[in-house]
């Protein structure tokens, strides 16, 4: 199979008739657990994934960004010298304007280029296609630029485009784990130090990743408002994030908040420990206990933060059902819609693959997709 970097490579060759000074991939993710805990300043446990968005690129002489995306077959030019403005109509290339812009105001002196892109993440899945295009543009144009950058600010960067120009409000994980992401491991994030630290994924497991192919609309919207709402609280509280409150003190202003309110702070209290207690229980290879969190996680998304859909319920019960007690599940991302992620022992893929071909599209009336996913580096790692 040809990967994203060979693509860009050789449509490099063809489209500009140069060979690229830089190829540079880096990888979707998927979250064992902590969701919607990053903007709450916590903690979440994502691998980075072996699906990639690749860029490839040559300096130009003059001020111009020319940005061919194979996989659309869409093709923009942007000038450095003029504020970038939304693009309506290739929406893709909002991304690489957002990108130009924070890295101008940060005062890096970007060259012209030219640049292909394509990729392999499954889109609008929630194992962010975007950020990982974001983080090999981001690569890209610091590196043909003779400029220098890590990946925690990368990721930064990446974020800082998406809050200000793309319009999500999104957290750092995405962006953080496809720059820094480890073979084989997953990465236990602090989101406000930044610290990161890897956890081994027990031998023998494998990290099934399973797409519901439902998407719904309006999403953007849903997760902004989750974010309104939980530092709602954290401002009630006259905390800084929602990381910095327990149980206790949620229950002491219950009648003080909204019902609403009060489930998605519970969401992201009790998830933040059950990410610290899952990265443990990986450490020490317990994987009925790591089920049991993902379980609860998955129930905290559903009831508390109501981010799943049927469908998606409907797959976490179907891989549950094979699997037992033998590992876990839950959805991964932001939701309503998207992937399951499943951490089990290798040998019973055959059987939950076949459990889902039976079972997922009687209910659903479509089909899901699966991956197998390997923990994989990262594009700064
Ligand atoms: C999206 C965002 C992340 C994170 C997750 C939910 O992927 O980009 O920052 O908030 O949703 O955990």
């Known amino acids: 199979m040809v990967t994203p970097r060979e693509k860009v490579a050789l449509a490099h060759r063809q489209s500009y008739s140069v060979a690229p000074q830089f190829v540079i991939a880096a990888p979707g993710r998927v979250n064992l657990i902590g969701e919607h805990t990053d903007y709450n300043d916590g903690f ?36 450095l010298d003029v504020e970038p403005e939304f693009d309506h109509v290739a929406s893709w290339s909002n991304y690489l304007r957002g990108i130009i812009a924070e890295l101008q105001n940060q005062g890096f002196k970007l060259c012209g280029a030219n640049l292909v892109i394509s990729g392999n993440v499954p889109q609008g899945a929630g194992l962010s296609s975007s950020a990982a295009l974001e983080i090999a543009l981001i690569k890209s144009l610091v590196s043909l630029s003779e400029e220098t950058i890590d990946g925690v600010n990368a990721a930064l960067v990446g974020q800082a485009a998406e809050n200000n120009f793309v319009g999500c409000s999104c957290g750092i994980m995405d962006q953080l784990i496809s720059a820094k992401g480890e073979r084989q491991h997953a990465l236990l994030i602090d989101c406000r130090s930044l610290t990161l630290s890897p956890v081994p994924l027990p031998s023998d497991t494998v990290v099934l990743v399973v797409n519901s192919n439902v998407r719904r609309a309006l999403v953007d919207g849903e997760y902004n408002l989750r974010r309104q709402q939980c530092e ?20 002491g202003v219950a009648s003080e908040i909204s019902d609403i309110e009060f489930k998605r702070a519970r969401h992201v209290i009790t998830e ?4 610290l207690d899952t990265a443990q229980a990986l450490v020490d290879g317990d994987l009925k206990q790591v089920g049991l969190y993902m379980a609860e996680s998955h129930a905290s998304m559903r009831d508390d933060f109501e981010i799943t859909v049927p469908e998606i319920d409907t797959l976490v019960n179907i891989i549950k059902l ?17 992937c399951v992620v499943a951490l089990f022992p290798r040998q019973l893929v055959p059987a939950v693959i076949a459990k889902i071909n039976l079972e997922y599209s009687k209910v659903s009336g479509t089909e899901a997709t699966i991956f197998e996913c390997e923990a994989s580096a990262g594009a700064f790692t």
Not at 322 to 338: A, D, H, N, Y
């Open 322 to 338: 094979v699997i037992g007690e033998q590992g876990g599940t839950r959805m991964t991302g932001g939701g309503f819609g998207g």
């Open 232 to 251: 709602a609280v954290a401002r009630h509280l006259k905390v800084a994030a929602l990381r910095d409150v327990n149980l206790d003190q949620l229950l």
């Open 44 to 79: 979440v446990l994502p691998l980075a994934i072996n699906y990639q968005a690749a860029v490839s690129a040559s300096k130009r002489d003059d001020r111009t960004i020319r940005a061919f995306a194979l996989d659309e077959q869409s093709q923009v030019e942007i000038s």
């Open 272 to 275: 933040n420990q059950r990410t």
